[in-house]
């Protein structure tokens, strides 16, 4: 399939990728977010450019960057549960709900419009950005985090919409920690551990949604998942992860809330690009 694009274009791609990659780190560092805002879009245009036909570049490119997510969550989630401000009870609590949420993400994904969970992402994106760069900290739901049942509930829904969208689950999970009372910089060292939570269930489910596609899908590609992607973004992604990490704890409060709120403006930007055209 790579056959007849121009060498220089293939140089060019792969240049591309592996810069993704490490903006993809930088973000998992900094934010508690997998990258899948960057990687989607990059993978996109990607596999657009050498040929993937329509019906399956979508869910190859939600596939890959959830598989290119799972090295990246896993040294980030590393990197500040030594800093010590990862709330290992909340992630105990949203375990297994986040993990069945991404189960039943990955089998929606083969019948549900991508455009209605684009529009739940940006509503709520804004609203946090919105939140945060306005320093509302009154937008609250409460003074501490809720009983198990609700968090149950909010991890099945971050599970949902994470697969569906190929994102690490971060910006939901650090909204949903910001409204109930807890510190930015405790909500983006705990929404990193989401990452792990959600990136193997969901690419290993999107490898198995893929594989009857396998005869349109392009070459060295397991189901929804090109090897090829992960190969170019993942080391630049692992290097540059710890580096985020440390920079997100030497920014105060406030610039890590105006930071993480322009990240989530621009992701929202994205998806209503997507929609419009």
Do not use: C
């Not at 220089?8 to 560092?29: E, I, K």
């Not at 807890?182 to 489910?205: C, E, F, K, N, Y």
Request: charged share 10%.
């Amino acid at each position: 399939m790579l056959a007849g694009i121009p060498l220089g274009d293939l140089a060019f791609l792969a240049v591309s990728l592996v810069l993704a990659g490490a903006v993809t780190g930088l973000l998992a560092g900094v934010f508690g977010v997998g990258g899948g805002a960057v990687i989607v879009p990059v993978l996109y245009e990607v596999f657009r450019v050498i040929g993937v036909v329509d019906e399956v570049r979508m869910p190859l490119a939600v596939g890959t960057s959830l598989a290119v997510i799972i090295p990246t969550s896993i040294r980030s989630f590393n990197a500040h549960r030594a800093k010590g401000l990862v709330d290992l009870s909340i992630l105990k609590v949203w375990a297994v709900p986040v993990v069945i949420g991404v189960i039943v993400g990955s089998w929606i994904a083969r019948y549900a419009p991508a455009d209605l969970f684009k529009i739940i992402f940006v509503i709520v994106a804004s609203i946090s950005a919105v939140r945060l760069l306005f320093a509302a900290d009154r937008w609250k739901f409460g003074e501490d985090m809720p009983g198990k049942p609700l968090m149950v509930a909010y991890g099945g829904i971050i599970g949902v919409l994470s697969a569906l969208m190929g994102i690490g689950g971060g910006q939901l999970s650090s909204l949903f920690m910001t409204f109930y009372g807890r510190p930015i910089h405790q909500a983006v060292a705990t929404s990193s551990g989401l990452g792990v939570l959600i990136s193997i269930p969901g690419a290993l489910g999107f490898i198995y949604a893929g594989w009857p596609k396998m005869a349109i899908l392009p070459p060295l590609s397991l189901g929804y998942v090109s090897l090829i992607g992960m190969i170019l973004f993942i080391p630049t992604s692992i290097w540059t992860a710890p580096i985020g990490a440390s920079l997100a704890h030497r920014l105060s409060k406030r610039r890590l809330e105006v930071a993480f709120g322009l990240f989530l403006l621009f992701v929202a930007s994205r998806f209503i690009w997507s929609l419009i055209h």
